[in-house]
Nanobody, 130 residues
Framework: QVQLVESGGDSVQAGGSLRLSCVVS????????MGWFRQAPGKEREGVGI???????????DVADSVKGRFTVFQDDTKNTMYLQMNSLKPEDTAMYYC????????????????????WGQGTQVTVSS
């Protein structure tokens, strides 16, 4: 049974940092496309970062332009966990953050749209005050 559980959300002041965790079970991250998404009130869910395996215990991560240079996606296979390190947080980063996964077919590319992902966590709230 595929499960994803996020944690680490909190209320912080602008300029602060948070690290979100996504603990997965029921599958190996190396065979799935993994993603971080966020959704602010009244807005559509948007992609924050994508993680995919590119070799044995090797991963590639990309983040959205809006968070590039501030957010980093990485993983620890020994803990079955994907992380989202968020630095220099801004009020506009306030949102519910979700991790998601979809089976990766034959090592193909990972799509970035939320609709492409089959499995989702419950979300963790990040609030950034000015």
């Amino acid at each position: 049974q595929v499960q994803l559980v996020e944690s680490g959300g909190d209320s912080v002041q602008a300029g602060g940092s948070l690290r979100l965790s996504c603990v997965v079970s029921g599958f190996a991250m190396s065979t799935y496309c993994m993603g971080w998404f966020r959704q602010a009130p009244g807005k559509e869910r948007e992609g924050v970062g994508i993680l995919k395996a590119i070799g044995v215990r090797r991963y590639s991560a990309d983040v959205a332009d809006s968070v590039k240079g501030r957010f980093t996606v990485f993983q620890d296979d020994t803990k079955n966990t994907m992380y989202l390190q968020m630095n220099s947080l801004k009020p506009e980063d306030t949102a519910m953050y979700y991790c998601a996964a979809v089976k990766r077919l034959d090592g193909g590319p990972c799509r970035t749209s939320p609709a492409s992902f089959d499995f989702w966590g419950q979300g963790t709230q990040v609030t950034v005050s000015s």
